[in-house]
């Protein structure tokens, strides 16, 4: 079997004009990955198949089953990054012991809101549904993409960039890392882990390079003669703040949402208990790109998960709390873990084997980059792994953990992603964060830097 590379998907033909573009293709060059190719094409499930479709690929494919399994499957669910779980283990299977030719990857599928109206039923909340709305019109001027990459196993991983449109470095590594990707798996060593890329989570603010997004709804509390009423406003928000409570899956926290006028579906756990957050950069609602990655991760369910970022270059931060602090410890530029096995709300550890796995993982990708950083010549000033490597005395020491203050806000993608959900298994989550060289001149040697991150995605994260 082979998969060709799918580019950027075009307008879907009629049902009709489908057939006819299929046999035209057949019969020019007999090649099944551009029938492939014209089924992925579509933006609406072909199922169930119109009967002259069905026909056509019967005819062609009936005597190999693996190919009619894929251009059936892939007429039901779209490209494979919109594909269940169970058939992504499927494909991997029929793939490995039918001896499937080498799969490029490379497959784009654009990622859509299954969720768009959010249920405002109430008559108290309609000037707020135009608000919400504009952030979910704007994803047909700014798709989120996602891009599929065939792996040895039915292990998954998923890789995002552009969580905050001021960190456009993130979106370079992830770019950086497709094509690295692609020429690999078109050499015939595709990576171990079955993979899915989204370079750009947050499209309409890379454009405008801010860090926050419009679509937003925060609590506003205001007091007049000593009456305090509470009402919804729409405002910007801190994306990455933006998670339902850990351990809470998607359908729990949008049926929470959907009880009440003032009913969150986004809630933070306090010492007191749930209570909702009324921070300035917070909602109660997931703006449209989280639904679509936290349905993206439900769907895929990867093993681990890396989000690329950057990071201003801090000379006073946040403390370790494992020695004096010296520099940027715990934050400001390099690589860190969430890791699974610990309860967000207490920081107790309740698995420590998940602990010391992702530990470990997370510090060889660490030992790799600090052992290849003096070649790359990359400036001493910009600190590319200042935050692993700024709170001891000691030099030699370092630290993966993460360390933010602002998680007060709202549930992080690294407080939400490694504990088990209803359907889920917690996910391996690593923070990513270069140097952030907005509105500064960048050194010719940053390019570098951003290769050294790919490659360690490559040669590391993506394999065994």
Not at 71 to 89: D, M, N, R, S, Y
Not at 249 to 272: H, V
């Amino acid at each position: 079997m082979y998969i060709r590379y799918t580019g950027a998907l075009g307008q879907p033909p009629s049902s009709s004009r489908l057939v006819e573009e299929l046999k035209n293709t057949w019969q020019k060059r007999r090649n099944k990955g551009e029938v492939f190719d014209l089924l992925r094409q579509q933006k609406t499930s072909l199922y169930p198949l119109d009967s002259a479709v069905d026909t056509f690929l019967t005819g062609i494919f009936g005597n190999f089953p693996d190919d009619l399994w894929l251009a059936k499957t892939i007429a039901k669910f779209g490209p494979e990054p919109l594909w269940p779980v169970k058939e992504i283990e499927e494909r991997v299977k029929r793939a490995t012991v039918s001896r499937w030719c080498p799969e490029f990857g490379n497959i784009e599928a654009i990622l859509t809101n299954p969720d768009p109206e959010v249920a405002f039923q109430d008559a108290a909340l309609k000037p707020l549904v135009k608000c919400y709305m504009a952030a979910e019109q704007q994803l047909e001027k700014f798709p989120v993409k996602a891009y599929f990459f065939p792996g040895r196993s039915s292990r998954r991983a998923l890789i995002i960039g552009g969580v905050h449109g001021s960190e456009p470095a993130g979106v370079r590594v992830v770019q950086r890392l497709r094509e690295a990707l692609t020429n690999a798996s078109i050499k015939g060593n595709p990576p171990f882990f079955t993979t899915i890329l989204v370079p750009v989570l947050f499209p309409r603010t890379l454009a405008t390079k801010s860090r926050n997004v419009s679509g937003g709804l925060g609590l506003q509390k205001v007091t007049v003669n000593q009456q305090t009423n509470v009402s919804l406003v729409c405002r910007e928000i801190e994306p990455n703040r933006n998670f339902p409570l850990p351990g809470e899956n998607y359908s729990q926290a949008r049926k929470r949402g959907q009880t009440g006028t003032l009913a969150p579906e986004l809630m933070i756990r306090e010492a007191g208990g749930l209570t909702i957050s009324s921070g300035s950069l917070t909602s109660t609602r997931m703006v449209p790109e989280n639904r679509i990655l936290i349905q993206l991760i439900e769907r895929f369910q990867p093993e681990r998960l890396a989000s690329i970022h950057a990071h201003q270059i801090m000379s006073a931060c946040h403390p370790c709390g494992t020695d004096q602090v010296t520099g940027c410890g715990g934050e400001g530029p390099g690589i860190f873990v969430d890791p699974r096995g610990i309860d967000p709300a207490t920081k107790r550890v309740t698995d420590q084997n998940k602990v010391d796995f992702d530990d470990k993982l997370t510090n060889r990708m660490l030992a790799e980059a600090l052992k290849r950083l003096p070649a790359l010549k990359i400036p001493t000033s910009l600190q590319p792994f200042g935050g692993n490597m700024g709170c001891f005395k000691d030099t030699n020491k370092t630290t993966v953990r993460y360390f933010s203050k602002q998680r007060v806000q709202g549930n992080s993608l690294g407080d939400w992603a490694p504990v088990d959900t209803a359907g889920r298994a917690g996910i391996t989550t690593l923070t990513i964060e270069l140097p952030n060289l907005e509105n500064k001149k960048e050194p010719k040697e940053f390019n570098s830097l951003i290769n050294l991150h790919s490659d360690l995605l490559q040669e590391i994260f993506l394999m065994p």
